[in-house]
């Protein structure tokens, strides 16, 4: 990954046995949340690796995700831009 301005300013490898651990943890917690296949989940979250394995997991959980910058709670639009995609997806 990249470093995009982060706490320690260092890029850092991500090894595919973790991304895919860490993508099926993500899966699994899904489906135990009895999300049916084809489901819609919000991803609200900045461009990190925690992003690419939300992305992933849905993927294997088969239900579509929906990615979405997160809300600035500081600016009402955000929040009802925020509220509009959730109701439409």
């Known amino acids: 990954m990249l470093d995009d301005g982060g706490v320690d300013g260092q890029d850092r490898p991500v090894r595919y046995a973790d991304l895919a651990r860490r993508a099926?943890?993500?899966?699994?917690?899904?489906?135990?949340?009895g999300l049916p296949v084809g489901a819609r989940v919000l991803l609200a979250l900045e461009g990190t690796d925690d992003y690419?394995?939300?992305?992933?997991?849905c993927q294997y959980a088969g239900?579509?995700?929906?990615?979405?910058?997160?809300?600035?709670?500081?600016?009402?639009?955000?929040?009802e831009r925020f509220g509009a995609i959730a109701r439409d997806a």
């Not at 099926?24 to 949340?33: E, F, G, I, M, T």
């Not at 690419?52 to 997991?57: P, R």
């Not at 239900?63 to 929040?79: K, S």
Request: proline content about 15%.
């Open 52 to 57: 690419l394995v939300a992305f992933l997991g």
């Open 24 to 33: 099926r943890a993500v899966a699994a917690a899904l489906q135990d949340a």
């Open 63 to 79: 239900v579509i995700a929906v990615p979405v910058f997160p809300p600035e709670p500081a600016r009402p639009h955000h929040l």
